[in-house]
Protein backbone atom coordinates (compact mmCIF):
# COMPACT_ATOMS: atom_id res chain seq x y z
CA UNK A 1 0.00 0.00 0.00
CA UNK A 2 1.23 3.45 -0.98
CA UNK A 3 2.28 5.62 2.05
CA UNK A 4 -0.36 8.62 0.79
CA UNK A 5 -3.32 8.20 -1.51
CA UNK A 6 -5.86 10.57 -3.00
CA UNK A 7 -8.96 9.89 -5.00
CA UNK A 8 -10.44 11.00 -7.58
CA UNK A 9 -7.45 11.75 -9.46
CA UNK A 10 -9.06 13.81 -12.49
CA UNK A 11 -12.18 15.82 -11.11
CA UNK A 12 -14.64 17.64 -13.66
CA UNK A 13 -16.91 20.35 -11.96
CA UNK A 14 -19.70 22.79 -12.46
CA UNK A 15 -19.70 25.73 -10.32
CA UNK A 16 -23.34 24.42 -8.41
CA UNK A 17 -21.55 21.12 -7.81
CA UNK A 18 -20.73 19.41 -4.42
CA UNK A 19 -17.86 17.33 -4.25
CA UNK A 20 -15.74 16.13 -1.84
CA UNK A 21 -11.73 14.63 -2.27
CA UNK A 22 -10.56 11.87 -0.37
CA UNK A 23 -6.54 11.42 1.31
CA UNK A 24 -5.78 8.60 2.90
CA UNK A 25 -2.11 7.83 4.66
CA UNK A 26 -0.83 4.71 5.44
CA UNK A 27 2.33 5.50 7.38
CA UNK A 28 0.65 6.46 11.02
CA UNK A 29 1.25 9.82 10.74
CA UNK A 30 -0.60 12.39 13.26
CA UNK A 31 -0.70 15.65 11.21
CA UNK A 32 -2.11 15.83 7.60
CA UNK A 33 -2.34 18.95 5.31
CA UNK A 34 -4.12 20.14 2.17
CA UNK A 35 -2.14 22.08 -0.49
CA UNK A 36 -3.19 23.76 -3.63
CA UNK A 37 -0.87 24.11 -6.53
CA UNK A 38 -1.67 26.58 -9.36
CA UNK A 39 0.42 26.77 -12.50
CA UNK A 40 3.84 28.31 -11.72
CA UNK A 41 2.69 29.18 -8.14
CA UNK A 42 4.19 28.06 -4.94
CA UNK A 43 2.23 25.61 -3.11
CA UNK A 44 -0.54 27.49 -1.17
CA UNK A 45 -0.85 25.59 2.77
CA UNK A 46 -5.04 25.83 2.92
CA UNK A 47 -5.57 23.35 6.32
CA UNK A 48 -3.85 21.66 8.85
CA UNK A 49 -4.68 18.98 11.23
CA UNK A 50 -2.51 17.73 13.83
CA UNK A 51 -4.33 14.55 16.01
CA UNK A 52 -7.24 15.01 14.28
CA UNK A 53 -7.62 18.80 15.52
CA UNK A 54 -7.97 21.70 12.71
CA UNK A 55 -4.55 23.85 13.73
CA UNK A 56 -4.48 25.98 10.43
CA UNK A 57 -7.11 27.82 8.31
CA UNK A 58 -5.03 29.82 5.75
CA UNK A 59 -8.16 32.21 4.77
CA UNK A 60 -9.17 29.56 2.96
CA UNK A 61 -12.95 30.37 0.89
CA UNK A 62 -15.76 29.00 2.54
CA UNK A 63 -16.34 27.37 -0.04
CA UNK A 64 -13.75 24.68 1.02
CA UNK A 65 -14.85 22.68 3.99
CA UNK A 66 -12.22 20.24 5.31
CA UNK A 67 -12.88 17.19 7.78
CA UNK A 68 -10.72 15.03 9.25
CA UNK A 69 -12.70 12.14 10.75
CA UNK A 70 -9.58 10.01 12.04
CA UNK A 71 -5.80 10.83 11.50
CA UNK A 72 -5.32 8.14 8.80
CA UNK A 73 -8.31 10.09 6.66
CA UNK A 74 -8.95 13.56 5.45
CA UNK A 75 -11.74 15.17 3.42
CA UNK A 76 -12.01 17.94 1.46
CA UNK A 77 -15.68 19.03 0.50
CA UNK A 78 -16.31 21.45 -2.09
CA UNK A 79 -19.07 23.63 -3.27
CA UNK A 80 -20.17 26.14 -5.42
CA UNK A 81 -16.25 26.69 -6.39
CA UNK A 82 -14.85 29.30 -9.35
CA UNK A 83 -13.09 28.73 -12.05
CA UNK A 84 -9.87 30.66 -10.52
CA UNK A 85 -10.20 26.88 -8.27
CA UNK A 86 -9.24 25.26 -10.77
CA UNK A 87 -5.77 23.78 -9.43
CA UNK A 88 -3.51 20.45 -8.29
CA UNK A 89 -5.21 19.49 -4.48
CA UNK A 90 -2.50 18.00 -2.73
CA UNK A 91 -2.47 16.33 0.60
CA UNK A 92 -0.31 15.27 2.68
CA UNK A 93 0.84 13.94 5.85
CA UNK A 94 3.77 14.02 8.69
CA UNK A 95 4.79 12.34 12.15
CA UNK A 96 3.34 15.32 13.91
CA UNK A 97 3.09 19.16 13.29
CA UNK A 98 6.08 20.49 15.05
CA UNK A 99 8.63 18.64 14.04
CA UNK A 100 11.89 18.93 11.33
CA UNK A 101 10.63 15.48 9.37
CA UNK A 102 9.80 15.84 5.98
CA UNK A 103 6.07 15.33 4.87
CA UNK A 104 4.58 12.69 2.17
CA UNK A 105 2.98 14.19 -0.31
CA UNK A 106 -0.22 12.43 -2.48
CA UNK A 107 -0.14 12.25 -6.13
CA UNK A 108 -3.13 14.59 -5.82
CA UNK A 109 -6.06 15.30 -7.49
CA UNK A 110 -6.20 17.67 -10.80
CA UNK A 111 -9.43 19.96 -9.99
CA UNK A 112 -10.76 21.45 -13.15
CA UNK A 113 -14.09 24.16 -12.65
CA UNK A 114 -16.40 24.98 -15.47
CA UNK B 1 6.73 39.23 4.37
CA UNK B 2 8.52 35.68 3.79
CA UNK B 3 9.70 34.83 0.17
CA UNK B 4 11.39 31.88 -1.48
CA UNK B 5 13.05 32.86 -4.75
CA UNK B 6 14.18 30.07 -7.23
CA UNK B 7 14.41 30.07 -11.29
CA UNK B 8 11.73 29.45 -13.39
CA UNK B 9 13.15 26.94 -15.44
CA UNK B 10 16.95 25.41 -16.28
CA UNK B 11 18.03 23.24 -19.27
CA UNK B 12 21.02 20.91 -18.75
CA UNK B 13 22.62 17.77 -20.82
CA UNK B 14 22.90 14.57 -19.88
CA UNK B 15 25.79 13.71 -18.05
CA UNK B 16 26.52 17.17 -16.95
CA UNK B 17 26.16 18.94 -13.50
CA UNK B 18 23.89 21.83 -12.75
CA UNK B 19 22.86 24.09 -9.79
CA UNK B 20 19.88 25.25 -9.01
CA UNK B 21 19.58 27.79 -6.12
CA UNK B 22 16.80 29.17 -3.81
CA UNK B 23 17.47 32.40 -1.94
CA UNK B 24 15.00 32.95 1.20
CA UNK B 25 13.60 35.61 3.13
CA UNK B 26 11.15 33.92 6.73
CA UNK B 27 10.26 34.39 9.74
CA UNK B 28 12.47 32.41 11.96
CA UNK B 29 14.20 29.36 10.54
CA UNK B 30 13.80 25.61 11.01
CA UNK B 31 15.58 24.12 7.73
CA UNK B 32 15.13 23.99 4.21
CA UNK B 33 13.93 21.69 1.86
CA UNK B 34 14.10 20.20 -1.29
CA UNK B 35 11.22 18.31 -2.90
CA UNK B 36 11.69 17.18 -6.59
CA UNK B 37 8.21 16.97 -8.45
CA UNK B 38 7.87 14.96 -11.69
CA UNK B 39 5.27 16.27 -14.07
CA UNK B 40 1.81 14.62 -12.64
CA UNK B 41 2.98 13.02 -9.68
CA UNK B 42 3.37 13.58 -5.82
CA UNK B 43 6.18 15.96 -4.80
CA UNK B 44 9.21 13.75 -3.40
CA UNK B 45 11.74 14.34 -0.82
CA UNK B 46 15.11 14.88 -1.69
CA UNK B 47 17.13 16.37 1.13
CA UNK B 48 16.84 18.71 4.56
CA UNK B 49 19.27 20.96 5.80
CA UNK B 50 19.56 23.03 8.86
CA UNK B 51 23.03 23.54 9.84
CA UNK B 52 25.47 25.29 7.72
CA UNK B 53 27.70 23.11 5.17
CA UNK B 54 26.77 20.38 2.39
CA UNK B 55 25.25 17.76 2.63
CA UNK B 56 25.76 14.49 -0.03
CA UNK B 57 23.01 11.83 -0.62
CA UNK B 58 24.57 9.80 -3.37
CA UNK B 59 24.21 11.63 -6.83
CA UNK B 60 22.37 14.87 -5.29
CA UNK B 61 24.02 17.73 -2.75
CA UNK B 62 22.34 20.22 -1.00
CA UNK B 63 24.36 23.55 0.09
CA UNK B 64 23.20 25.82 3.26
CA UNK B 65 24.45 29.22 4.21
CA UNK B 66 22.18 30.42 6.94
CA UNK B 67 23.53 33.75 6.81
CA UNK B 68 22.49 34.85 3.12
CA UNK B 69 19.47 33.31 3.57
CA UNK B 70 21.03 31.29 0.80
CA UNK B 71 20.99 27.78 -0.27
CA UNK B 72 21.21 25.18 -3.76
CA UNK B 73 20.75 21.74 -4.98
CA UNK B 74 23.39 20.18 -7.03
CA UNK B 75 22.86 17.13 -9.51
CA UNK B 76 25.46 15.49 -10.74
CA UNK B 77 25.81 12.97 -13.66
CA UNK B 78 22.40 14.06 -14.75
CA UNK B 79 19.90 11.33 -16.36
CA UNK B 80 16.89 11.98 -18.16
CA UNK B 81 14.75 11.20 -15.32
CA UNK B 82 15.94 13.96 -13.94
CA UNK B 83 14.29 15.90 -15.85
CA UNK B 84 11.33 17.26 -13.07
CA UNK B 85 10.40 20.69 -11.00
CA UNK B 86 12.91 21.22 -8.35
CA UNK B 87 11.07 22.82 -4.76
CA UNK B 88 12.56 24.77 -2.45
CA UNK B 89 10.82 24.62 0.65
CA UNK B 90 11.61 26.79 4.31
CA UNK B 91 10.24 25.91 7.65
CA UNK B 92 9.81 28.95 9.58
CA UNK B 93 9.23 29.71 13.31
CA UNK B 94 6.15 28.71 12.94
CA UNK B 95 7.19 25.22 11.62
CA UNK B 96 5.04 26.26 8.38
CA UNK B 97 6.92 25.16 4.99
CA UNK B 98 7.34 28.28 2.99
CA UNK B 99 7.61 27.36 -0.42
CA UNK B 100 9.16 28.52 -3.72
CA UNK B 101 7.64 28.03 -6.67
CA UNK B 102 9.63 25.32 -8.26
CA UNK B 103 12.34 25.49 -11.04
CA UNK B 104 11.42 23.38 -13.95
CA UNK B 105 14.91 21.03 -14.88
CA UNK B 106 15.13 20.32 -18.64
CA UNK B 107 17.37 17.46 -19.49
CA UNK B 108 18.26 17.19 -22.67
CA UNK B 109 20.27 14.74 -24.52
Known amino acids: ETGVTQTPRHLVMGMTNKKSLKCEQHLGHNAMYWYKQSAKKPLELMFV???????ENNSVPSRFSPECPNSSHLFLHLHTLQPEDSALYLC?????????????FGPGTRLTVL | GQNIDQPTEMTATEGAIVQINCTYQTSGFNGLFWYQQHAGEAPTFLSY??LDGLEEKGRFSSFLSRSKGYSYLLLKELQMKDSASYLCAVMDSNYQLIWGAGTKLIIKP
Open chain 2, 49 to 50: NV
Open chain 1, 49 to 55: YNFKEQT
Open chain 1, 92 to 104: ASSPQREDYNEQF
